[in-house]
């Protein structure tokens, strides 16, 4: 079996542990090869932070897609992180016709929201985009904040349900998502973690973890 090959594109940002910094040596420690493909550079993450740095990479993605093909480099596996512009979600579908093996595995992380809004820079429009990649996606990674954003759906915080947290599953379902890991749920005050639904199987699957009062960027 030849050795599988991980594309990854996000954001670098140079502090803070988050976005390809944390995504490029936990993938590899997994045995994998991992290329990147940085969307953009930034001083600082954008959690807590005021005045930082922001270059924008929108302009080298297709230059880097024309070198691959190339070169004939292909990918089993394509995960995209933040995404700065609808512009770069574009490419994102151009990069999977492009630069994929056959039968390749695509995973969307939709980080564009966080505890009730959208970050820096974003409108309906991307948020409308994104909902539409994420359609097109064998896994999606949404906390509750995108997930209800995406589904024009009602946005708890806190005080999830059953009943709730199926609604949105559903209807990230009927966006075309296969597999959905749905973060950020809390049944109990003093647990969080995420729900894991698979779209054809309609299997549910929990994992949660005690919950610490004390928020950490990227975790």
């Not at 930082?52 to 297709?62: C, G, K, R, V, W």
């Not at 990918?75 to 995404?83: I, K, N, P």
Request: hydrophobic letters at 35%.
């Amino acid at each position: 079996m030849k050795n599988k090959k991980v594309l990854t594109l996000q954001d670098i940002s140079c502090y803070g542990q988050c976005s390809l910094t944390v995504a490029l040596p936990i993938i590899s420690a997994c045995g994998i090869e991992t290329a990147i493909l940085p969307s953009a550079v930034l001083s600082t993450h954008t959690g807590g932070f005021t005045g930082y740095t922001f270059t924008d990479l929108t302009d080298d993605i297709p230059k880097i897609r024309e070198h691959w093909e190339k070169e004939g480099i292909k990918y089993d596996c394509f995960y995209t992180g933040y995404l700065g512009s609808t512009t770069q979600i574009d490419y994102v579908k151009d990069l999977r016709r492009s630069v994929l093996n056959e039968g390749a595995t695509f995973i969307v992380d939709p980080a564009m929201a966080d505890n009730g809004n959208l970050y820096y820079g974003f409108d309906q429009t991307f948020v409308k985009k994104m909902a539409e990649l994420c359609g097109t996606a064998d896994y999606i990674l949404p906390n509750i904040t995108e997930a209800a954003f995406m589904t024009d759906s009602e946005l708890r915080l806190t005080g999830h349900t059953e009943d709730y947290v199926q609604m949105i599953l559903d209807k990230l379902s009927a966006l075309g998502a296969k597999k959905i890991i749905l973060k950020g749920i809390s049944y109990e005050p003093d647990k969080i973690g995420v729900v894991v639904y698979d779209s054809v199987t309609k299997k549910v699957q929990n994992y949660f973890t005690d919950k610490i009062p004390k928020s950490s960027h990227g975790t």
